[in-house]
């Protein structure tokens, strides 16, 4: 299946037994500063549960959840699986929450914090996941403005103009399918 991801912050809600849970989905850049504005914004909330996926360079997935004192297994685990069922890379979830006086049990923590990274999921606007990659071209003087036409019509990026005796290199950067193309 086709890996998909968001390019803003999306957010869901759920409330259970009057334990409300504010759930962020989030492009996988902004989760560190939004966890610690999250902190701050939200002092008196009992829980911030945390979620995400990431593609490594070397093309395997770093995927955590973390409870963040609630029981074992019964929210970071579940938002991952969320995570992984909708095909997202390249996102983290962030959910905030408020206590509201009724234990939900470990089920109930499941079925919430899963709801709610559900719902923030189908608020996003989801898009095709395309692996971005640099790569270094050299061209004589002479080529070198049909290779920019090439590279301008593939929607691809010149990050970096190096120029040399013989010619120029370039640093082109974008969606691994377009640089194949070159």
């Known amino acids: 299946m086709p890996l998909k991801t968001v390019t803003r912050e999306y957010e869901g809600f759920l409330e259970d037994r009057k334990s409300r849970f504010l759930a962020f989905l989030m492009p996988i850049q902004q989760f560190d500063q939004r966890l610690d504005s999250l902190r701050k914004e ?14 490594l360079d070397d093309g395997r997935i770093e995927e ?13 685990m579940p938002t991952l699986r969320v995570l992984q069922g909708a095909d997202l890379i390249n996102c983290a979830v962030l959910i905030v929450r408020y206590f509201g006086g009724t234990k939900l049990g ?24 395309q692996k971005i990659t640099s790569r270094r071209l050299n061209a004589t003087f002479a080529a070198s403005s049909e290779l920019e036409r090439r590279i301008e019509r593939l929607g691809l990026t010149v990050v970096a103009r190096n120029y040399t005796e013989t010619g120029v290199e370039l ?9 194949a193309k070159l």
Do not use: C, M, W
């Not at 939200?42 to 593609?55: D, E, P, Q, S």
């Not at 955590?64 to 970071?76: L, R």
């Open 42 to 55: 939200h002092r008196k909330a009992n829980h911030i549960v945390t979620a995400h996926r990431r593609l």
């Open 106 to 129: 470990g089920g109930g923590l499941a079925r919430a914090y899963s709801g709610a990274a559900q719902d923030a999921i189908g608020n996003a606007d989801l898009v095709p996941f």
């Open 64 to 76: 955590s959840g973390k409870d963040d004192g609630e029981p074992a297994g019964t929210s970071g």
């Open 171 to 179: 640093t082109v950067e974008g969606p691994e399918e377009a640089l």
